[in-house]
């Protein structure tokens, strides 16, 4: 088993919590685009559509798959962009707006569906990190004795590092200054709460796993691309934060990301 | 003068590097040191915290490039590397978990096609009644087409480029056997062989790891012609355990299958 999880857990040192300035920089295209302060990913038009409709001096921008909303919005330069709700193409876009527009804060907002069973519909949690709970190792069993996910082990991301290293995480960081920000924010129809806000291409419903995914993730919520966006934004240093309404509506969710923009220095 | 300096600094950061033919990817260290010793002219650079070696493996301009492990490193440097590239093709390889009982250590899967695996829908299930991995429901990766504004799901994953299977089926492994087959990735070990079945029946795949599928759903996205290959590192049916050095047959038959390709 030791030697299956050495495949993806070898560990290379180096740490990149502590990226800067010229780090973004070296990332930037050729594209003329001038930079902005915020980029805002959100799944689906729904949920763009109430913010795009606000922006001044609109602009659209597309590449391959992916597509830009650029303007002025609460009297802030920022990028939209759509997700789709899966981590591939959150990561894809997340990335395309870091080197094309170099925000200086990334912000994931939508709904997601509770994995506290203290959260309630109409909560709005806020990012105090991200978990990114894809990452399973299951353990040797033969052939006709069965599959168990509630044995499965976790495993963990490997952040590429510079210098050709990685680092072993469970957590994504959330920005602290964004995240007081956060708190100051009205819930649509419950309260605010600050948790873990975990994310994969899954949709639980096994009451049985959901509880297995908090008790070895520690997530408060799951939704499509949250975690992954973090852990993108990582890669590349910039900071970020989410805002995930429970059961939300889009409409909820783009009220919440406007109140944030209004409420961000 | 200093800020005339600081000026060129600026415009050099922005500038993308020279296009390359090739956009050759690995995820470990291990999966790129073959290829990176053949390059010839070879000059390294780095996109945040993204490895890239070029130069000329066959007479083709190549990036060969340390993408990390997994979806977010993955996606994250490809975009970066084709962003700054521009790639004619990209080349996806490294070491893999068999999922078909006849491979063994250090066969290579040619992948006609390549898919994520992991994503899914439960079924809905109360508290006690457990978790049942085998009857969940896969949901296929999406990509938007601009051009009808449509979501389209890619259920089969992304095919491998008719030309390069071509010529990949004509290069020689020299440490083993090479098949054409199917790829799945996931940010997963799979070692239950019930699931191992389960996902090999389901996606027909013939060995899992944990990027070549993504990487084919951003070259599909970008219209960039794409291949995969990889080594069988580990075989649960047969009980071999990871063996990191297989990734040395892979990296050998890449350059070889580079030697091989024409003029792109």
């Not at chain 1, 599959?147 to 590092?161: C, E, R, Y």
């Amino acid at each position: 088993m030791v030697e299956h999880m050495s495949r993806r857990f070898r560990i290379f040192g180096g740490f990149i919590f502590g990226v800067i300035f010229s780090f973004r920089l070296a990332l930037a295209a050729s594209s003329s685009a001038p930079p902005v302060d915020i980029l805002l990913a959100a799944a689906s038009d729904a949920a763009l559509q109430p913010l795009i409709a606000k922006l001044e001096s609109p602009q659209i921008e597309t590449r391959a798959a992916w597509q830009f909303w650029i303007g002025t919005l609460a009297g802030k330069r920022v990028v939209l962009t759509r997700t789709e709700g899966d981590p591939l193409n959150a990561v894809a876009a997340t990335t395309l707006a870091i080197r094309r527009y170099s925000p200086k804060l990334v912000v994931t907002y939508g709904s997601a569906r509770a994995h506290d069973p203290a959260l309630r519909s109409g909560d709005l949690l806020v990012s105090e990190k991200f978990s990114a709970f894809d990452g399973l190792v299951s353990s040797v069993v033969p052939l006709d004795a069965g599959s168990d996910s509630l044995t499965w082990q976790k495993l963990p991301h490997l952040v590429a590092t510079k210098g050709e290293g990685e680092t072993a995480v469970f957590f994504f960081p959330a920005d602290a200054s964004a995240l007081a920000v956060a708190k100051t924010l009205a819930a649509p129809r419950g309260k605010v709460v600050v948790g873990v806000l975990g994310s994969a291409a899954q949709v639980n419903r096994e009451v049985d796993r959901v509880a297995w995914i908090r008790r070895e993730w520690g997530t408060s919520s799951e939704d499509g691309e949250s975690a992954h966006i973090a852990g993108c934004a990582l890669l590349l240093g910039v900071p970020v934060i989410g805002l995930r309404v429970i059961d939300g509506t889009e409409a909820e969710a783009a009220a919440v990301a406007l109140k944030f923009m209004e409420a961000s220095k | 003068m200093k800020h005339i300096v600081l000026f060129l600094v600026f415009l050099t950061a922005l500038r993308a590097a020279d296009p390359v033919d090739v956009l050759v990817q690995g995820a470990e260290n291990l999966e790129v040191q073959e290829i990176v010793a053949a390059l010839e002219g070879p000059a390294k650079i780095t996109i945040g915290p993204f490895s890239f070696w070029t130069g000329k493996i066959g007479g083709h301009p190549v990036a060969v490039q340390l993408t990390g492990q997994a979806l977010i490193n993955c996606t994250t440097s490809t975009v970066l590397g084709i962003e700054e590239f521009s790639p004619k093709l990209i080349v996806n390889q490294g070491t893999s978990g068999a999922q078909a009982p006849f491979l063994t250590l250090h066969d290579i899967i040619v992948g006609r096609r390549a898919l994520d695996y992991s994503a899914m829908i439960t079924p809905v299930r109360a508290v006690g009644q457990g978790s049942v991995a085998l009857a969940w429901t896969p949901v296929p990766q999406r990509l938007r087409d601009l051009a009808t504004g449509k979501l389209v799901a890619f259920a089969k994953g992304f095919a491998g480029d008719e030309a390069a299977l071509a010529v990949a089926m004509r290069t020689r492994n020299s440490m083993g056997r090479v098949f054409l087959g199917v790829i799945g990735s996931a940010h997963e070990v799979n070692l239950e062989l019930d699931r191992v079945r389960w996902s090999h029946e389901t996606f027909g795949m013939d060995v899992e790891e944990m990027e070549s599928g993504h990487v084919a759903a951003i070259a599909h996205a970008y219209g960039i012609r794409y291949i995969a290959f990889r080594v069988v590192s580990d075989a649960p049916y047969e009980g071999v355990p990871f063996y990191p050095l297989a990734a040395r047959a892979t990296g050998l038959f890449t350059v070889n299958f580079l030697k091989n390709l024409p003029p792109l």
